[in-house]
C-alpha cells in the first residue's frame, strides 16, 4: 500500500515520482515531523464527525471509519497537510483567526485523500482532474492549490540537490528522499507514467 503525504495549499508541483510514497513537494519548508503522542493530543473530534459526514455522503465508509483530523502547531506556512493512506488530515492552529478557512482547507486535505483513494494505484497529479473532482464533490468546486493567508513564512536552505541520470534535471531537497524516487518527466515520457528504475534520481550535492 501507498504511504502517501501530500502538503497542500502551498505547493510548487514536484518533477518527481516515487512508487511507495508521494511525490514531495520541493517549496522551502518540508513537511515537520510530529510524534504521535502529539498528534494524539491535536484531534479535534467535532472536526472529524463533520468531515466523516462528508465522507459518507460520498460513499466512502472506508475512509470515514479511519480519518483523524489534528491541529498540528508545527505547521507554519502550511495550512493544511493530507497523509494517504493514513487518511490523516492536519491543519494549521493559525486558521481558526481567519473566518470560514478551517472547513475549506479541511475539504481541500479531504480532497486528497479522496482523490488518491479513487485513483489506486493509478499516478495523479497533486491537484489535477481527480482532485479538483473531489473538491466538487465536496462543495467547493474551482478550489486554489495555493492559499493566500498571512501566515508566516520560515525560509529553510534546501542544500540537498538530487538529478535525473537521464535528463539531468536538478530536485532541490532540505530531506532525503525516504523511498526510491524517480523523474516525473522521464518516467511520463519514456515508461507510461510509471515508476521506473532508469529514471531514479541520484543524490549528486549534500
Known sequence: MRDFAQLCFDFTASPVWTPFQSVRD????????????????????????????????????????????????????????????????????????????????????????????????????????????????LGIPGEKAHHLLPLPRKEVTRKLIYACPACQKPVHRVRKFRAPTACLSCCNKHAGGRYDERFKLVLVKK
Not at 79 to 96: C, D, H, I, Q, T
Not at 109 to 126: K, T, V
Open 26 to 137: 520541493l517549496k522551502a519548508e518540508d513537511p515537520p515531523e510530529m510524534p504521535e503522542e502529539a498528534a494524539e493530543s491535536g484531534r479535534d473530534a467535532e472536526l472529524e464527525e463533520q468531515a466523516r459526514g462528508w465522507l459518507l455522503a460520498l460513499g466512502l465508509p472506508g475512509g470515514a471509519k479511519l480519518l483523524t483530523v489534528i491541529w498540528n502547531t508545527r505547521l507554519r506556512s502550511t495550512a493544511g497537510y493530507a497523509r494517504y493512506p493514513k487518511w490523516v488530515v492536519e491543519l494549521n492552529p493559525l486558521l481558526r483567526d481567519f473566518e470560514g478557512q478551517v472547513e475549506r482547507t479541511l475539504k481541500h486535505e479531504l480532497a486528497h485523500l479522496i482523490a488518491y483513494h479513487r485513483s489506486g494505484r493509478r499516478r495523479i497529479e497533486p491537484h489535477g482532474g481527480e482532485w479538483r473532482q473531489a473538491c466538487a464533490d
